[in-house]
């Protein structure tokens, strides 16, 4: 079976330096017509197809990361019960959560295409983080041809954007976006022939 993921982080800045809070991804097949229900949050370690883990702002800030002053004024303030669910017990160093990232990738990965919601904040973010705390030398377990933009996708492919039960959670996010990816792909009639994977 086709075998894709999607991404989604938290993080306390807009900019490809920012601390990060939390990393949620999805593996999926885009052809198909469902994604199964994401289980809670506190039993999502016992599925391969999921991943959810926070990193402490402490690493984050001592590894150089920064965070920025409009972030917490306009978003995390004007929601504080996301933002106690970003922060809350257990959490990782940085270094530690991108090394569980690149386990979970890489478990069941025949390098997988990666998604994410715009070009310039999710795996640029992601990219960054891995190169600045030296981790897998510097590199994200996917290949930089495998990372591709979903919202491109809906601008080609319009579709009625899914409810999402728990906004601003990576893991949630992850699951909606899919399922929302899975639209525009059979809005456009594509199937997995259409797609190329060199």
Do not use: C
């Amino acid at each position: 079976m086709t075998q894709h993921v999607m991404i989604d982080i938290e993080t306390m800045g807009s900019g490809v330096n920012s601390v990060i809070l939390s990393v949620g991804a999805v593996r999926f097949n885009p052809f198909a017509s469902t994604v199964p229900y994401p289980p809670t949050l506190e039993n999502y370690e016992k599925l391969d197809n999921y991943f959810y883990e926070r990193a402490t702002m402490n690493s984050g800030l001592a590894a150089g990361f920064e965070v920025e002053a409009q972030t917490i004024e306009k978003f995390w303030l004007a929601n504080p019960e996301m933002f106690k669910e970003a922060i809350r017990q257990p959490r990782n160093e940085i270094r530690r959560l991108l090394g569980k990232l690149t386990k979970w990738y890489n478990l069941n990965s025949d390098n997988e295409p990666v998604w994410a919601n715009g070009s310039t904040f999710d795996l640029a973010i992601l990219n960054h983080a891995y190169s600045k705390v030296h981790h897998s030398g510097g590199r994200p377990p996917w290949r930089y041809k495998d990372e591709l933009d979903q919202r491109t996708m809906f601008r080609i492919a319009p579709v009625e954007k899914r409810d999402n039960p728990y906004p601003h959670n990576p893991l949630w996010d992850s699951w909606t976006q899919a399922l929302s990816l899975q639209d525009s792909f059979r809005k456009l009639g594509l199937e997995e022939d259409d797609f190329s994977y060199k």
